[in-house]
């Protein structure tokens, strides 16, 4: 009877907890800027899973801000949800912002990049979101754009 009394107690005050959890993004830094790898905004064009635990992810540069000149770039991430990867599908449009990581240009949801095409959508019309919700995609927004000013102004030509 114990034991069927604390299943019944565990179970009604179990939470639900992810392997990753995300803190604010810092206010971006020239040493920011310097440690990227790759900066851009691009569109996802294909998925290559590299292994179990990882996968890459390649884009089409709609703008770019720090790359190699290519009109494609790729970039490692894991597969989402609890593993800290970015949760993607194809045809979104992404600001990119990867870090050297293992010999690849890395991208991680608690990093700075960002899915543009569905914020912009849920902000350019009221879909449910509570105000508070809607706010936090508009500052999302408006942080990228002065990421993207900041890098233009102090990035080397």
């Not at 992810?57 to 790729?74: D, M, P, R, Y």
Request: some cysteine; proline content about 2%.
């Amino acid at each position: 009877m114990k034991t069927v009394l604390l299943a019944i107690v565990l179970i009604c005050f179990a939470q639900q907890v992810e392997a990753c959890s995300c803190g604010p993004v810092s206010r971006i830094k020239q040493k920011d800027l310097v440690n990227a790898e790759l900066i851009f905004i691009g569109k996802l064009v294909r998925i290559d899973s590299l292994d179990l635990s990882d996968r890459r992810l390649v884009f089409e540069v709609i703008s770019a801000i720090k790359t190699n000149g290519a009109k494609q770039l790729s970039v490692v991430t894991g597969y989402g949800n609890g593993d800290c990867g970015l949760d993607v599908e194809l045809g979104q449009e992404w600001y990119i912002f990867a870090e050297p990581r293992e010999g690849n240009a890395r991208a991680m949801m608690c990093g700075r990049s960002f899915l543009m095409s569905q914020t912009t959508a849920l902000v350019g019309s009221y879909t449910g979101y509570d105000d508070a919700a809607m706010e936090a995609y508009s500052a999302q927004i408006r942080r990228v754009a002065l990421e993207i000013r900041y890098a233009k102004k102090h990035l080397p030509k």
